[in-house]
Nanobody
Framework: QVELVESGGRLVQAGGSLRLSCAGSGRSFGNYAMGWFRQAPGKEREFVAAINWTGDEAEYTDSVKGRFTIFRDDVNNTLYLQMNSLKPEDTAVYYC?????????????????WGRGTQVTVSS
């Protein structure tokens, strides 16, 4: 069991940047792939980005490609999401999650541990 806690979300103006962190405790997640998802009001949770267990492969949803970067620090058991050129449509609660496989998965039901989320609000 891995406990995940997200942080870094806040109100930011369009065009700005944020770095989200996801700290893991209870068990090292260095052997597992991880992902970021988001959920906007009235919408379903959607895939944002995922990274494989070694950190050398990543995938992104089309709307964030070129603006967001997912990376991991397994020494400190932390996952990150660097978000640049933020847009109002990026406004959502952002969740990190881990699943028990090593490769990238975009499907939320595969993920077994989730954080409680951090709110990102982008003003226009």
């Amino acid at each position: 069991q891995v406990e995940l806690v997200e942080s870094g979300g806040r109100l930011v103006q369009a065009g700005g940047s944020l770095r989200l962190s996801c700290a893991g405790s209870g068990r090292s997640f260095g052997n597992y792939a991880m992902g970021w998802f988001r959920q906007a009001p009235g919408k379903e949770r959607e895939f944002v980005a995922a990274i494989n267990w070694t950190g050398d492969e990543a995938e992104y949803t089309d709307s964030v490609k070129g603006r967001f970067t997912i990376f991991r620090d397994d020494v400190n058991n932390t996952l990150y999401l660097q978000m640049n050129s933020l847009k109002p449509e990026d406004t959502a609660v952002y969740y990190c999650a881990v699943h028990l496989l090593k490769f990238i998965v975009r499907s939320a039901p595969v993920y077994v541990n989730w954080g409680r989320g951090t709110q990102v609000t982008v003003s226009s």
